[in-house]
């Protein structure tokens, strides 16, 4: 434990915490502590503990016996994109599937948007997920599938994070309807070139309708070539090789798994590929919601991400991604938020984010209640109190006293 | 239509309103334009129109082509209350079933609490309700179960809102387990005696482990001769007698509707009571959620609440419960729109609300969106920028141009 002196200029001490959501147990996995303080100084955690034995610090918070958590991490989001899709949305939930072609429509929005368009669009959603509790969000491309528009989709998300992955196959666009081989050239030729140098990840949706095995794993393979590290987009809409691709290739994650069969989950397991479930997906196309509960018997780890896009899932929040996880998918309050916090930081293999142990990043969220279970427990309301990021409180404010 | 001079002085012109919810239409039902403005004008709508063909006001509000909709009718709320159920909630999304019983946890705290810890408690969800866009309310007493902690229950919520029931018939206290006779006789005499002069509304939760037809039917004509009209909690955890009591006694409304019968149905909509569907109680205690399509296709009057209390659906938000219910109940956006404003009002006998037509109070929500599709189409995300309640703005501010 470090002295006063540690914590430095500029510390911060949060004591009065109710619950302090550490994951940073003994065990892996979900991890708290009652009556807690936490020291903030030079942008990460410096201290942790019991609030009678906190240290001093320059500045000293209340959190009046609330909630204090890490930040969310949401893994999978596409935000670089214009246009919206609100009445198919309406016209599916009256009645009409979800298929993968919608993303076309958004594709045609995309390109003949401008730069000022995508990037104010952009910046309005990442704003909102901070006010929601995210302090890192993954974004994706995949609504330009041209050279230039695949970049300029890349360079525009990470003006606003460091998690960006290269999703040029997202699906074939239309032309390249009647040549897809050469779609899948493209991607793994000069678009990836053009793309690579903004990104850290490479992203394939490998669906009935969108890439085959075969095809993803060329383009997984191109892009590990170029850097890059492999995500896939698997067993969303029904069975298919999604999950054995994602293992094969070494993936940090296979995302949505709402369709696996058994040796699907030993793939997964076996090459440590983090199930990524994404249950606003289920919700806005009305699918089954994936089994979390069977992965989790399974020794799978799992993360909960939102999917924010405007097609299938336009939701940016996390609290409520928790609440369907506890609700549909058979994971407890516990389980959904360390899938919500350290899940999402090991699908994006970041160690610094996702918990909240000294040197950590000082990424944390006041809730106002007074556990983490209440984000369950009071599904769609806001309490998402303050939010720090780097321990600069960027959006909310401590609340007085709570009743 | 009002000339310039009607709107009066302090009259706030809402214009570029993307789209404008009224309900007001030719036909009973949602009804909304596009390319709208709203005068507000001592407290009530004073105008409605095309933008292009706005009088003048003395302040100007830019709505920026956000949507705008009437406030939210909550029909259905337990906020008289101390203590909280998350360790319960948790343990039944574990795998153990709800039961009415577990009320009792909740009166025993109530009892034991300070009017100070109950106000406090009120009013912090009163507060939060009105941040999400509820501008009117109902609140049952029901956890004090003596005369003398149902009048307390009664007081305080008469202090926030003119919708007060009596729910002294929610549970039989455990004193009167044995002699569950005697306590309606306490619930028809003494206890109403106390509590008629805070309420206007009577309640009776009619379910297996609460109180039966004969009783249910009972207190409400003793509530009705003491001057209260009657209102049910019907068919939430099974098959039984609610609705038909409800529709025998006249009341406005039947609560939950989970578990109806075609012949329910039809005494329903028979009798002019409006079926009030609770989707959060579903949520919270992972029961089927009720099937709205077929009370519609019925030609019920169907209304949207959110039951917010501590045990079974401990969410304040009516956006929660409008997605929901376009996801789960086969409702569109519309409907479901409709329900959680109108459809609230009708449950409420009120015709002051829940449309924005000249004479309407002046309680209208601005979406940080185009439509009100968005609270369906974007799950969980906070979406309700600014709340007006009779003209006055209570919550939230007006937002910048609209990216």
């Not at 309406?90 to 401008?114: D, F, K, N």
């Not at 050469?182 to 990840?201: I, T």
């Not at 949706?205 to 170029?226: K, S």
Request: aromatic letters at 6%.
């Amino acid at each position: 434990m470090p002295d006063q002196e540690s914590t430095g200029q500029g510390s911060t001490l949060i004591t009065g915490i109710g619950e302090l959501v550490t994951n940073d147990g003994d065990r892996d996995g979900f991890a708290a502590m009652t009556g807690a303080a936490l020291v903030i100084a030079e942008g990460t955690v410096a201290w942790t503990g019991p609030a009678s034995r906190a240290p001093a610090a320059d500045t000293v918070i209340d959190a009046a016996g609330r909630a204090v958590l890490p930040g969310f991490a949401d893994s999978h989001a596409h935000l670089v994109f214009a246009g919206e899709r609100s009445a198919e949305f309406a016209a599916r939930m009256a009645g009409r599937p979800y298929r993968a072609g919608g993303i076309l429509v958004t594709v045609e929005a995309t390109r003949a948007a401008s730069d000022a368009v995508l990037r104010a669009n952009l910046r309005r959603l990442a704003a909102e997920m901070l006010r929601q509790g995210t302090t890192t969000f993954e974004c994706k491309s995949g609504y330009g599938l041209t050279v230039p528009d695949e970049a300029r989709g890349l360079a525009l998300a990470a003006e606003v994070t460091a998690e960006v992955t290269y999703l040029g196959a997202h699906v074939v666009p239309p032309e390249f309807a009647a040549d897809p081989a050469g779609y899948v050239d493209l991607v793994c030729g000069p678009m990836l070139a053009a793309c690579a140098p903004s990104a850290r990840w490479v992203d394939v949706f490998c669906e009935d309708g969108a890439f085959g095995a075969d095809e993803a794993a060329a383009i997984l393979a191109a892009g590990r070539a170029a850097g890059l590290a492999a995500r896939v987009h698997a067993n969303q809409l029904g069975p298919g090789p999604g999950a054995r691709v994602a293992a094969e290739a070494g993936a940090a994650s296979a995302d949505h798994c709402t369709f696996l069969t058994g040796a699907d989950i030993d793939a997964l397991v076996s090459a440590q590929v983090v199930a990524t479930l994404l249950p606003g997906a289920e919700f806005g196309t009305r699918q089954p919601f994936p089994d979390a509960r069977r992965l989790l018997d399974a020794g799978a780890t799992v993360a909960l991400a939102t999917d924010c896009n405007p097609g299938s899932s336009f939701t940016s929040s996390m609290p409520f991604c928790v609440a369907l996880a506890v609700r549909e998918m058979g994971m407890t309050t516990e389980e959904a938020v360390w899938a919500a916090t350290a899940g999402g930081a090991r699908a994006l293999r970041r160690t610094d984010i996702g918990r909240l142990g000294a040197g950590a990043r000082a990424d944390l969220i006041l809730l106002d209640a007074p556990s983490h279970a209440y984000l369950a427990y009071r599904p769609g309301v806001p309490q998402v109190a303050a939010v720090w990021q780097a321990g600069r409180l960027v959006a909310g404010a401590v609340p007085g006293p709570r009743p």
